[in-house]
């Protein structure tokens, strides 16, 4: 039973790894890949590790043409980061006084806590969109 648990759990993995579900092949041997995430750096690994799935099933490299990544959210991006670590900030540390205080400080920590739940909840979920164009080599 845990044998074939563990084949199929490889067999996922694997074939998630080999993921390039936002790559639309095109004309001329050059590619394009889209994506859009939270963070400029996520979307960015994301969209470079898809070309280089896509272009490992040919057994080639993916080289890319062009790369353009832009904060594509509703709010200006200054406020959207400010926002992002100050939730983020304010989530940490009330997690952390709720677990860690007396009475109070958890009261304290819960709000806290609450607080930075909210902050994440008023941003975008896809706040910049990496677009790349890529030739398999």
Do not use: W
């Not at 998630?16 to 790559?23: G, L, P």
């Not at 920590?109 to 008023?122: E, K, P, R, Y």
Request: aromatic fraction near 6%; proline fraction near 1%; glycine fraction near 12%.
């Amino acid at each position: 039973m845990y044998k074939n648990i563990l084949v199929l759990l490889v067999l996922v993995l694997a074939s998630a790894c080999a993921s390039y579900t936002h790559v639309r092949p095109g004309t001329e041997g050059i590619h394009r890949v889209v994506i859009r995430g939270e963070e400029k750096e996520s979307v960015e690994s994301a969209a470079i590790g898809e070309a280089n799935n896509y272009c490992q099933e040919f057994d080639k490299m993916a080289a890319f043409v062009s790369e353009d990544t832009k904060y594509t959210g509703s709010i200006d991006e200054s406020t959207h980061k400010t926002i992002k670590k100050v939730s983020t900030a304010a989530s940490v540390g009330g997690g952390m006084m709720g677990a860690l205080g007396g009475k109070k400080e958890s009261n304290v920590g819960s709000g806290l806590f609450g607080l930075g739940v909210v902050g994440n909840s008023v941003l975008d979920g896809d706040a910049y969109t990496a677009d790349m164009r890529f030739k398999c080599q």
